[in-house]
């Protein structure tokens, strides 16, 4: 399992030179991702949701396996045989398309449309929709609305505490002032402000119901980039450790300069999700709350 995917090497490599940088042997590759994932989560993860923006992007199992909300999935299959057998639910790939069987085909044959069902392209993106918006700890939410959160949905059992700017500036220091919600799966308090919420899984046979499906890349694109421009320098540093193309080193470092600028200015922001606040904890800076002026 992996971030990246085949054919995303395409955009910055042609199939010939990969295959011979990593000697025909995809692990090499593997492993060149391995270490480059970790070394740019270093630069975001005091700021970012790393681990939620560098999940897994897995083959798509319509048989096995169920899905929850924002896995990301792309279609692959076998090559299609006329010599074989197929049971409903089965995936092949034909003319670079992903059929999935709906007719069981227990006599050998040639393929016939009608008893396949069309998922999309070879390598095709999906990702599973969330049921309900993420939960914001700063948000307002009133009695009853729903939110998603950690593989479960939560209703909301009182509304949000609005904390007003008289109450604010009771407080010596803006860290003091307490969190306006409380996160759902707190142990103290969660269950008070949003009860035992629901789990909530998906069935891998849905891909196609576009309510619980989006066909598309639910990665940062330029962090996809980021990806690909470090493990492929670290892939040609195996061959040749001092003559790796200027280019390749010029990608990696550049990528490494925007990292940096990432890490130390607010400026410069990476589009993907930014941690929120630990239960219970704010790391805000500065002294007592702003006052208000009157004249």
């Not at 197929?86 to 050998?108: K, M």
């Amino acid at each position: 399992m992996s971030y990246l995917i085949q054919s995303d090497y395409e955009r910055l490599i042609q199939s010939v030179s990969l295959q011979q940088i990593i000697s025909g042997n995809p692990l090499l590759k593997t492993q060149a991702e391995l270490a480059a994932i970790p070394e740019i989560k270093s630069y975001l993860r005091a700021k970012y949701d790393v681990d939620a923006e560098f999940s897994d992007t897995t083959q798509y199992n319509n048989a096995a396996d169920t899905y929850k909300a924002g896995n990301r999935v792309y279609l692959d299959a076998i090559e299609y045989s006329s010599g074989a057998t197929y049971a409903v639910g089965e995936l092949v790939r034909t003319s670079s398309n992903i059929y999935r069987c709906i007719n069981t085909i227990s006599v050998p044959q040639m393929f016939t449309p009608a008893n396949w069902e069309l998922l999309g392209a070879q390598y095709d993106l999906f990702y599973a929709k969330y049921p309900q918006p993420v939960f914001n700890i700063n948000a307002t939410y009133l009695k009853d609305d729903e939110v998603f959160w950690k593989d479960k949905v939560y209703t909301a059992l009182v509304p949000t505490r609005v904390i007003d700017h008289e109450s604010m500036i009771q407080y010596n220091r803006v860290s003091e002032i307490p969190l306006s919600n409380v996160f759902p799966d707190d142990t103290t308090n969660g269950a008070k402000f949003w009860g035992a919420g629901v789990a909530y899984e998906i069935n891998a046979g849905e891909i196609l119901d576009t309510d619980i499906f989006t066909k598309g890349d639910n990665r940062n694109q330029q962090l996809v980039m980021l990806v690909l421009d470090v493990s492929i320098y670290h892939l040609y540093r195996r061959i040749t450790p001092g003559v790796v193309p200027e280019l390749r080193v010029q990608a990696y470092y550049s990528a490494k300069d925007w990292l940096k600028a990432v890490a130390k200015t607010e400026d410069i922001i990476a589009d993907i999700t930014k941690l929120q606040p630990d239960q219970g904890q704010m790391i805000r800076w500065g002294s007592r709350p702003k006052q208000d002026n009157y004249y």
